[in-house]
C-alpha cells in the first residue's frame, strides 16, 4: 500500500506563488507515475500536472502550462508542485496520486490517492 500526504496549501493573493510537496510513504514510489489534480467546489476534479517515474518526461493541463511545474525526488518518497502567477480560479482542493502504469492525465488511471491540500487564491 501506498500512503500519500499532501502538503503546502494556503492562501495566497493573486500573481503569488506556492510549493505543494506529496510525500509517499508504505512502499517506494520511484517506480510509480506521479500526478496532481484539482478539485474546486461543485466541480468535477481535473488534471493538473503529471511526472514520469524517471522524472524526464512531464505533462501539464493547458490551463497552467507555463505557470507550474511538477518535479520529483525519488531519494524522498517525495512529489513537488511548483504552482507560480496563481489566479483565482486555481482555488481548488489540490490532490496528488500514484499509478503503477503509464502516466496517466486521468482519475481512473491513478490507484492510490492523497487527501488534498486546501489552496487558496484571492483576487
Known amino acids: 500500500q501506498v500512503q500519500l500526504v499532501e502538503s503546502g496549501g494556503g492562501l495566497v493573493q493573486a500573481g503569488g506563488s506556492l510549493r505543494l510537496s506529496c510525500a509517499a510513504s508504505g512502499r517506494s514510489v520511484s517506480s510509480y507515475a506521479m500526478g496532481w489534480f484539482r478539485q474546486a467546489p461543485g466541480k468535477e476534479r481535473e488534471f493538473v500536472a503529471a511526472?514520469?517515474?524517471?522524472?524526464?518526461?512531464?505533462y501539464y493541463a493547458d490551463s497552467v502550462k507555463g505557470r507550474f511545474t511538477i518535479s520529483r525526488d525519488n531519494a524522498k518518497n517525495t512529489v513537488y508542485l511548483q504552482a507560480n502567477s496563481l489566479k483565482p480560479e486555481d482555488t481548488a482542493v489540490y490532490y496528488c496520486a500514484a499509478s503503477p502504469v503509464g502516466v496517466p492525465t486521468t482519475p481512473a488511471g491513478y490507484d492510490y490517492w492523497g487527501q488534498g491540500t486546501q489552496v487558496t487564491v484571492s483576487s
Open positions: 511526472i514520469s517515474w524517471t522524472g524526464s518526461s512531464t
